[in-house]
């Protein structure tokens, strides 16, 4: 487990930019000494906007994209192509122009399946779970994700682990994830054990609303409380805020 850094940007958009430099230069750091790559992505405001700019960025065209895997941290249970998906938003901001146009192979885009293709959340969780192992080395239930994305919501949680609920103490990689307090309510979600499995976790949060929570993760606060504070890397813990964000009342 590693120690948490903060860095603090102006604002939004800045973070936004920085936090897809880095991503970029993540993914072209780890290509310099393994192949393949697994890097883990988020749903969230900030989230989406970081990968929008990745998309603008001229390094995505120094990325071999051929040997990079994609997954994401949690998924709001809905069907294929619903908007509120963060695969969609994701596929919309980066994904698919990096498939279309940059080498992606469609089979390397693993989305949490939605209730178009499974019955329920458990069936998608366990899916998700069993396509994790097939890429993982050995026995690992998880890849080695090289960088792993989350954003954190105004009541601490990140992906979709949140304060108070049975999720947070679920065993194996991956949850499924009802009653969730932020809608929808169904989700499914990697577990605490799975994230910090990574080798780097970034949290990326901005604004005024975030200041609390993210002071109070920072700080170690319970993990029953705020999830947050529950998450680390392996190799390095970063947190990516904006002034606000960074500004606890
Ligand atoms: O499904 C979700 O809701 C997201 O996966 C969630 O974990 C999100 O990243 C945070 O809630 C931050 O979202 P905002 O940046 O929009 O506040």
Do not use: C
């Not at 958009?13 to 897809?20: C, D, N, S």
């Not at 969609?88 to 498939?99: M, N």
């Not at 693993?110 to 050995?138: K, N």
């Amino acid at each position: 487990m590693s120690a948490r850094l903060v860095v603090v940007h102006p604002d939004a958009e800045v973070l936004a930019q920085a936090a897809a430099a880095r991503l970029l230069t993540r993914i072209l750091d780890m290509q310099s000494v393994r192949r393949p790559v697994h890097v883990v992505l988020t749903g969230g405001t900030v989230g989406t906007a970081a990968l929008a700019a990745a998309a603008a960025s001229p390094l995505v065209g120094a990325v071999d994209w051929s040997g990079v895997h994609l997954w994401w941290g949690d998924e709001r249970y809905l069907p294929t192509g619903d908007p509120d998906r963060n695969e969609t938003q994701a596929r919309a901001a980066l994904v698919d122009a990096l498939v279309a146009s940059h080498g992606l192979p469609e089979a390397h885009v693993h989305a949490i399946a939605g209730p178009d293709t499974t019955d329920s959340p458990e069936a998608s969780a366990a899916a998700y779970a069993a396509e994790l192992a097939r890429l993982a080395d050995g026995d690992a239930a998880v890849p080695v994700f090289d960088v792993l994305l989350l954003g954190m919501g105004p009541d601490g949680h990140v992906a979709s682990l949140f304060p108070g609920h049975e999720a947070l103490t679920a065993v194996g990689a991956t949850v499924a994830v009802h009653g969730s307090p932020k809608p929808p309510a169904e989700r499914v979600s990697l577990t605490f054990d799975a994230i910090n499995t990574a080798r780097e976790v970034w949290v990326v949060a901005a604004g005024a609303e975030k200041a609390e929570q993210a002071a109070a993760a920072l700080g170690g606060h319970d993990v029953t409380d705020v999830p947050a504070s529950g998450v680390h890397g392996t190799d390095r813990t970063l947190w990516l805020l904006d002034t606000a964000a960074s500004d606890a009342p």
